[in-house]
């Protein structure tokens, strides 16, 4: 069974840090790009960053310079440091695996974690 399970979200201060942790079946993590979205009410699901087996990174414009995205591989963990949080950074925040095997695609998410940033 694929699992994907984010923690380290919480409350925090504009201005303030966090830094989100999600831990992947090993099969699946060895096979995926991972990534985070963020979603906030009323709005869709949108790509926060991303990272590819290599270890290349993208960023959303709105997060660059201030969110970095790591992966350890031995570990079957990604993690997203976010700094200089800002009150529009408020969402849930989802964990994303995606791979190609063969002709078909796969993807998988964790269950959101809550990040709100006060003003």
């Known amino acids: 069974q694929v699992q994907l399970v984010e923690s380290g979200g919480g409350l925090v201060q504009a201005g303030g840090s966090l830094r989100l942790s999600c831990v992947a079946s090993?099969?699946?993590?060895?096979?995926?790009?991972m990534g985070w979205y963020h979603q906030a009410p009323g709005k869709q699901r949108e790509l926060v960053a991303d990272?590819?087996?290599?270890?290349?990174?993208n960023y959303a414009d709105s997060v660059k310079g201030r969110f970095t995205l790591s992966r350890d591989n031995a570990k079957n963990t990604m993690y997203l440091q976010m700094n200089s949080l800002k009150p529009e950074d408020t969402a849930v925040y989802y964990c994303?695996?995606?791979?190609?095997?063969?002709?078909?695609?796969?993807?998988?998410w964790g269950q959101g974690t809550q990040v709100t940033v006060s003003s």
């Open positions: 990272i590819t087996l290599g270890g290349s990174t």
């Open positions: 090993g099969s699946i993590f060895r096979l995926s790009t």
């Open positions: 994303n695996a995606q791979f190609r095997r063969f002709s078909s695609r796969y993807e998988y």
